[in-house]
């Protein structure tokens, strides 16, 4: 019985565009150290989101969500019959949100928060068995953040500004795979240590302009990715992902002094899950579709920052394979969650987002060697 999906083209719609918990963007995929004998990965994700609402003062909030664009590479190679090393590079987190209006008229007008990031990890995987293997290695992470808070929801702290640069950090990645070679099963747990990165901080504020650094821990998480062969060239496939934001406390020296010690980010822990079936339909092409649902929070109170609460999505995907190169591609619209904004102690709504969605389209080349 023959199972022809490979990996790469399986995961493709959930790895390799954005994610939707939090901050998250790649889902911290390390599945290249499962490919067959070596290879080398490019890939390229291009995302449009349409995130568009009113404010409590009946004032319209055009589209806040900036397209963005995803990078990402690859290199997996076995060392010996047990072993195997993979460099993977990712862009993990970011945001790109942009509030029209006037900040003296409208709640949120003027605000902005613009995030980058860039991980380089070195993996190793260990096969105990034919079943059983072990993979684990260090990740290094680099963020750039530059945030704004504006309009008549934050009182006299509208204006406020923080650029935060040159933050870098280093974690550990850990897990094990489960496997079955004959009906391509495999099971695979991985663990990402959260990283505290610190920045060169620049505030603006009613205090003036003051500099320091500031500490901010990205989020653990946990992925469990998984395929089965289900039929003739045919495999299921998914992932659940949990990642621990409520960890992520952003508190600048100037800003914490303002406020009393608060965070400017307040994003809660959240679990996503995708589940998809690839079918191999002759030796060069196979196809894939896929399903992801990511349940709404506690209450539909979020930050301004990421007006978002839950998800269901639907992707498709391709992948050709002439000689040693492998090309894939696909495309998903993601349905986002109503959510209203708040700012303030206790919490309170300041807008309302409704019929906010997300097209995503990703192509990958990758080459075996």
Sequence with gaps: MKYGMTTAAAFMLTTSMAGAIGLDRSNQDIT??????????????????????????????ANVGNAFS???????????????FALIIDRPFGADITYGGAPATTML?????????????????????????????????TLDADITLAGLSYGPLSGYNVLMENGSGTGYVAGVAYERPAIALRVALTYNSGITNSFDTTETSPLGVTTGTTDVESPEAWN????????????????????????????????????GGASITDIEDATSYSIGVGRKFSDAFSG??????????????????????????????????????????????????????????????????????????????????
């Design 32 to 61: 290249a150290i499962f490919e067959t004998g070596n290879y080398a990965e490019l890939s390229f994700g291009y995302v449009t989101p349409n995130l568009t609402g009113t404010d409590v003062l009946g004032n319209d909030i």
């Design 70 to 84: 995803q990078l990402g590479g690859s290199v997996k190679m076995d060392l010996n019959d047990q072993m195997s």
């Design 109 to 141: 007008g003027g605000t902005e928060a613009i995030l980058s990031s860039t991980a380089f990890t070195a993996l190793g995987r260990y096969k105990i068995n034919e079943n059983f293997s072990v993979h684990g290695g260090l990740r290094y992470q």
């Design 224 to 259: 469990l990715d998984f395929q089965t062969g289900i039929a003739a060239n045919t495999l299921l496939f998914g992932q659940i992902r949990h990642a621990a934001y409520s960890q992520t406390i952003l508190t600048p020296t100037t800003f914490g002094t303002l406020t």
């Design 288 to 369: 894939s579709i896929s399903v992801g649902y990511e349940a709404e929070g506690s209450d539909d109170l979020v930050s301004p920052l990421s007006p978002t609460n839950g998800l269901i999505s639907l992707g498709i995907g391709g992948q050709y394979t002439m000689d040693n190169l492998v090309f894939s591609g696909g495309v998903r619209y993601t349905m986002l969650g109503d959510a209203r904004p708040e700012t303030g102690t206790p919490d309170t709504a300041r807008a309302s987002f409704s019929g906010s969605d997300v097209v995503s389209i990703g192509i990958s080349v990758g080459y075996r060697f």
